[in-house]
């Protein structure tokens, strides 16, 4: 495990010109993929068919234009997201809502590990210690969209913590792009 502090060469550009950078980051992995040109894909926890099918279109022709992959390692679409961009080759960087040693969700430990076993990268702002709870799901949100140059959103409720994401990259002005839920 590293410690990146604020001040550091490895420290993200990108997120030091948000509001309220973290003042350290807890990495394993690849840390060069910080300094990589990235798209965040987030959204539903509770995905259909339909936005699995268009996460994995979208995922890998970004992942084909060499595009990082940042999401959150949540069950849904963050899954998804991560496990195509290592499909076909990608980059991908999980943030998470708590410490290294504490992997949130406990179901995707097995992901943490492909994700590392593959050249990825998992970073958390958490000391290793640090168990998730609610706060820190909206926190980690920022630094999704702030690792990124913009942000794919996937069939997201309208009260969700993906759209507190895709509120926090418009005002860190990134770019937002949305895949609806489908029409019947």
Known sequence: MKIIEYEDDLYPEKLRNIANPPEKLYAQGNLDNLKSNAIAVVGSRNCTPYGEKWCKIFVKTLVKYGLTIVSGMAIGIDSIAHNTALKYGGRTIAVLPSGLEKIYPEQNK??????????????????????????????????????????????????????????LALSQQRDVFCIPREFR
């Open 110 to 167: 097995g992901l943490y590990k492909k994700i590392l076993a593959n050249d990825g990268t998992v970073i958390s702002e958490y000391s290793p210690k640090t168990e998730a709870y609610y706060d820190l799901f909206l926190e980690r949100n920022r630094i999704v969209s702030g690792l990124s140059s913009g942000l794919l959103v996937v069939e997201a409720a309208y009260r969700s913590g993906t759209s507190v994401t895709a509120r």
